[in-house]
C-alpha cells in the first residue's frame, strides 16, 4: 500500500517538482495540496494521510503554527519540515514541536524520498547535525521551568517575529521600528528569559505557548 502524503508549499514550482518526484516511485501518492498553513491543517485532518510536508514560510500561516495544530488533533502522524533557509531557530522549534524531520529544499530527490519512508515507518528522519545543533537550546534549563518573565508588550511581540525566524531587520519592517530598536529589544529578551541566544528565545517561546 502506498504511503499516502500531503504537501503544503506556497510555490507552485515545487509543487510539481515534488508530484514529478512521486511519480518515479510505486509506494508514494500524493493525497492532497496545500499553499498555505491554513490550508495545510484542513487536508491533513479531512484527508488522513500518512505523512505530511509543510514548507515553513507561507502566507496564510506558516509551517511551524500548522506544525504546533496538526499535532493537537494528531499527535503520532509524522510531520517533515521543509525549507530553503538554513535557520536553526526553524530546526529548534520544529524538534520542540514534535516534527518527524527536516529537509532543506536543496538536497537530492532520492534523499527527500528517503525521509518521507523513514517517516512513515515511525523512524527519526532528523540528521544528528541537525540534533546536534539545537542540543544546547532544547536541554538549557531554564526553558524548562515554569517561571514569569515580565517582558514589555513589544518584547513580546518581538520575540514572537523572532521565534518565526525572522532576522532583526525583518523584525524591524515588520513592527515598523528602527533595526537598532530591534536588538535592544532582543537583548533585553535573552537577559530576561535567561538564555544566550535566539534560538534558546524560540525554543522557550514555543514550550510557553506564545507562538
Same mark, same amino acid.
Not at 509543487?15 to 512521486?22: D, E, K, S, T
Not at 526553524?90 to 537530492?108: D, E, H, M, S, T
Given at each position: 500500500?502506498?504511503?499516502?502524503?500531503?504537501?503544503?508549499?506556497?510555490?507552485?514550482?515545487?509543487?510539481?517538482?515534488?508530484?514529478?518526484?512521486?511519480?518515479?516511485?510505486?509506494?508514494?501518492?500524493?493525497?492532497?495540496?496545500?499553499?498555505?498553513?491554513?490550508?495545510?491543517?484542513?487536508?491533513?485532518?479531512?484527508?488522513?494521510?500518512?505523512?505530511?510536508?509543510?514548507?515553513?514560510?507561507? #502566507?496564510?500561516?506558516?509551517? @511551524?503554527? +500548522?506544525? /504546533?495544530? =496538526?499535532?493537537?488533533?494528531? %499527535?503520532?502522524?509524522? &510531520?517533515?519540515?521543509?525549507?530553503?533557509?538554513?535557520?536553526?531557530?526553524?530546526? #529548534?522549534?520544529?524538534?520542540? @514541536?514534535? +516534527?518527524? /524531520?527536516? =529537509?532543506?529544499?536543496?538536497? %537530492?530527490?532520492?534523499? &527527500?524520498?528517503?525521509?518521507?519512508?523513514?517517516?512513515?515507518?515511525?523512524?527519526? #528522519?532528523?540528521?544528528?547535525?541537525?540534533?546536534?545543533?539545537?542540543?544546547?537550546?532544547?536541554?538549557? %534549563?531554564?526553558?524548562?521551568?515554569?517561571?514569569?518573565?515580565?517582558?514589555?508588550?513589544?518584547?513580546?511581540?518581538?520575540?514572537?517575529?523572532?521565534?518565526?525566524?525572522?532576522?532583526?531587520?525583518?523584525?524591524?519592517?515588520?513592527?515598523?521600528?528602527?533595526?537598532?530598536?530591534?536588538?535592544?529589544?532582543?537583548?533585553?529578551?535573552?537577559?530576561?528569559?535567561?538564555?544566550?541566544?535566539?534560538?534558546?528565545?524560540?525554543?522557550?517561546?514555543?514550550?510557553?505557548?506564545?507562538?
Amino acid at each position: 500500500m502506498a504511503i499516502k502524503i500531503v504537501i503544503a508549499d506556497g510555490h507552485e514550482v515545487v509543487r510539481c517538482g515534488m508530484r514529478n518526484l512521486v511519480q518515479q516511485t510505486e509506494d508514494i501518492e500524493i493525497v492532497g495540496e496545500a499553499t498555505s498553513g491554513t490550508e495545510a491543517v484542513e487536508k491533513t485532518l479531512s484527508m488522513n494521510p500518512d505523512v505530511v510536508l509543510l514548507d515553513i514560510r507561507m #502566507a496564510g500561516g506558516d509551517g @511551524l503554527t +500548522a506544525l /504546533g495544530r =496538526i499535532k493537537l488533533d494528531k %499527535p503520532e502522524l509524522p &510531520v517533515v519540515m521543509m525549507s530553503a533557509y538554513d535557520n536553526p531557530t526553524y530546526v #529548534a522549534r520544529a524538534v520542540a @514541536l514534535g +516534527a518527524a /524531520g527536516y =529537509i532543506n529544499k536543496g538536497i %537530492p530527490g532520492s534523499e &527527500v524520498l528517503d525521509t518521507i519512508r523513514r517517516a512513515a515507518a515511525g523512524e527519526s #528522519a532528523w540528521t544528528r547535525e541537525e540534533l546536534r545543533r539545537v542540543t544546547g537550546a532544547l536541554a538549557t %534549563p531554564r526553558l524548562n521551568a515554569d517561571v514569569e518573565v515580565p517582558l514589555t508588550q513589544r518584547e513580546s511581540e518581538v520575540l514572537r517575529q523572532l521565534a518565526l525566524g525572522l532576522t532583526n531587520k525583518e523584525i524591524a519592517q515588520a513592527l515598523n521600528i528602527s533595526y537598532e530598536t530591534v536588538k535592544e529589544h532582543v537583548q533585553h529578551i535573552l537577559r530576561k528569559v535567561g538564555v544566550s541566544d535566539r534560538t534558546q528565545a524560540a525554543v522557550w517561546a514555543v514550550r510557553r505557548g506564545l507562538v
